[in-house]
């Protein structure tokens, strides 16, 4: 059962039956400065609230609250110039991959919210029913209800399209803080069928410059682990483009009896934080298999 309540002019999601954890609209990429208006709001706002969660921004990687926390990361890339990225925290092969879209002849530009880029998203988006060996959360979805995704946050959002032939074959949509400290890439995705180009490597580059001309501190690539996931091919490109693993505290203020209870117990975790990784890796192998063989068998059908 999932819901919304507006405390302190900000939009909060409710999510969960049997435990209801609160989040911020923005999670990851919006911040509190001081959580306890926001923390009394939600006791007064008349919803069910068991869990409030909220993660704390960079520089500060030291807990800095005195609630009940554990340890959350992000992939961050600090950010001082185009040039000392280019030159200093990327390798030779990483710059090259970022050349490579170049010389295929594509182009790499920010670009204004409009019908015009949301209809290249939505392309981007329909172009496989899978991706990275999952079912494609956004695959089959009609204009309008990206345009409604997309339109989030615009006042703190940046975008960033590649085109070839004028046409979109990978976006990025950045999202900065209140005070641009940190802007989280909140989508990036490119065409599968354009991979020989390297549009995702250009994207990147092109976000640590846009971050770079507004003075922005940090770029984050959301988590650099997952739970207890292994490394994998996107941590790997990660790495490659500078982005480092930085430990960060996740506050879980309990705001009911259950709450308290279900962060004790570690109910507020995901089923999936609670089994070995042997066992899920071997999990997520046998699902890319199935989703693969899926999208060949209705391929080879069409």
């Known amino acids: 059962m999932n819901s919304s309540v507006t405390v302190c002019g900000r939009e909060v999601r409710v999510r969960g039956r049997l435990i209801r954890i609160a989040r911020l609209n ?5 911040f509190l400065g001081n959580p306890e208006p926001m923390l009394e709001g939600l006791r007064k706002s008349g919803k069910r609230i ?3 969660t909220f993660i704390q921004k960079l520089p500060e990687t030291s807990p800095k609250y005195p609630y009940p926390m554990e340890w959350d990361n992000f992939a961050a890339l600090p950010v001082s110039t185009f040039d000392h990225w280019w030159e200093q925290q990327i390798n030779n092969k990483t710059r090259n991959a970022a050349r490579q879209a170049d010389k295929k002849g594509v182009i790499v530009r920010e670009v ?5 880029l949301v209809q290249g998203i939505w392309e981007v988006y329909n172009e496989s029913p899978v991706r990275q060996g999952k079912p494609n959360a956004h695959y089959g979805k009609d204009f309008k209800t990206i345009y409604r995704e997309e339109a ?3 006042e703190n ?4 399209g590649a085109f070839l032939d004028q046409k979109m074959i990978g976006f990025i949509k950045l999202v900065y803080d209140e005070t641009r400290t940190q802007a989280g890439l909140m989508n ?3 065409m599968i069928g354009h991979r020989d180009k390297a549009p995702t490597n250009a994207l990147v580059a092109q976000a640590v410059r846009s971050c770079a001309e507004r003075g922005i501190r940090y770029l984050v690539y959301s988590n650099f682990a997952y739970g ?8 790997d490109f990660k790495e490659r483009n500078g982005f480092q693993r930085v430990d960060v505290p ?13 962060f004790r117990l570690g109910l507020h975790k995901n089923f999936a934080d609670h089994l070995p990784e042997p066992l899920l890796a071997r999990l997520r192998e046998v699902r890319k298999a199935w989703y693969n063989r899926k999208l060949l068998l209705a391929t080879e059908g069409s």
Request: charged fraction near 25%; charge should be positive; hydrophobic fraction near 40%.
């Open 26 to 30: 923005g999670d990851k990429y919006l």
């Open 50 to 52: 068991d869990l409030f």
């Open 112 to 116: 204004p919210f409009d019908d015009a």
């Open 152 to 154: 989030t946050h615009l």
């Open 157 to 160: 959002s940046i975008f960033i």
């Open 188 to 190: 990036i995705v490119s």
């Open 228 to 235: 207890k996931k292994q490394r994998d091919s996107l941590s």
């Open 250 to 262: 996740r506050y879980y203020v309990p705001l009911s009896r259950i709450g308290w209870a279900a």
